[in-house]
């Protein structure tokens, strides 16, 4: 035999040997105790909480409804934009987190697009986001606003020049449903 005829014999070996424990353990037939609790003499099961019960951790929803309006005045200084057209967006992110165990029950991620208004160096937009969430904390949720400012819009053609501005804004708490939530804005491109 060679060299590599005999390693290959010991890799093969080495790896038999690894894989025996684990398929001995496949072919054990005695009961072992599960974890719970004695009740006469035997063990039972401890119940899982979902599987045993599914109204647990199924947290009520409550829906949340209602606008965010974005109103944005730009002030425009860049000299080479001629008279593309301004495209204002804004946005809004939101995850449900739990507040006690941290864990995230769903996100949502809402959007929309206008061109602007422009009169000489000013240019206003109002970008409008109606938005429904069915939240199980929306108590404690934060939603977290920003925008943005194109030019030129992305149906222009050609794309150049082009100037962008977005920022995000503060976050907030859920408004009540039925709420008209205005964010005014200033920005210069």
């Not at 974890?35 to 409550?62: C, K, S």
């Not at 602007?116 to 937009?125: E, K, L, M, Q, V």
Request: hydrophobic residues 40%.
């Amino acid at each position: 035999m060679n060299r590599n005829q005999i390693l290959g014999v010991i890799f093969v070996c080495i790896c038999f040997a690894l894989l025996v424990p684990s398929a001995w353990g496949q072919l054990r037939t005695q009961n072992r105790a599960l974890p719970g609790h004695f009740n006469n003499g035997t063990v039972r099961p401890t119940p899982n909480a979902i599987e045993d019960n599914p109204d647990v951790g199924q947290a009520a929803l409550t829906t949340f409804g209602g606008t965010f309006v974005f109103k944005i005045t730009i002030t425009v200084k860049s000299t080479n934009l001629g008279t593309d057209t301004i495209g204002c967006a804004a946005g809004l992110s939101l995850a449900d987190v739990n507040p006690t165990t941290f864990v995230v029950t769903g996100d949502w991620e809402e959007g929309a697009t206008v061109a602007a208004i422009r009169s000489g160096s000013t240019a206003t937009c109002t970008v409008t986001i109606p938005y429904s969430w069915s939240l199980a904390n929306g108590a404690t949720d934060l939603v977290y606003p920003d925008y943005g400012i194109e030019v030129p819009a992305s149906t222009s053609n050609p794309p150049l020049p082009s100037r962008l501005n977005s920022h995000s804004l503060s976050s907030m708490h859920v408004p009540a449903n039925g709420t008209t939530t205005t964010i005014t804005v200033t920005a210069t491109i």
